[in-house]
């Protein structure tokens, strides 16, 4: 069974950091893009990251260009996501997703950015 495991969200102020996680399982990890998308309320789910599965090129929205980080281990079945620099409009809800696994998403991890 295939799962999806977000964690590492939180209360933070603007101009903070961090790191949210995503434990991977029920299916191989190291053939799968990984993406991070995100959903504030009243508003659709966005893609904000992915990174590719063997060359591990990564692509993100312009919003968070130079803000955010995606990274794997495959290892650990894990990717990662470093948001630094924080902004109010980044308070949202933030899944992972493999590509090609239609309809999975786990729980998603709570981001909050507020003073």
């Known amino acids: 069974q295939v799962q999806l495991v977000e964690s590492g969200g939180g209360l933070v102020q603007p101009g903070g950091s961090l790191r949210l996680s995503c434990a991977a399982s029920g299916f191989t990890f190291s053939n799968s893009a990984m993406s991070w998308y995100r959903q504030a309320p009243g508003k659709e789910r966005e893609l904000v990251a992915t990174?590719?599965?063997?060359?591990?090129?990564?692509n993100y929205a312009d919003s968070v260009k130079g803000r955010f980080t995606i990274s794997r281990d495959n290892a650990k079945n894990t990717v990662y996501l470093q948001m630094n620099s924080l902004k109010p409009e980044d308070t949202a809800v933030y899944y992972c997703h493999a590509s090609g696994l239609v309809g999975y998403w786990g729980q998603g991890t709570q981001v909050t950015v507020s003073s």
């Open positions: 990174i590719s599965s063997f060359l591990r090129s990564t």
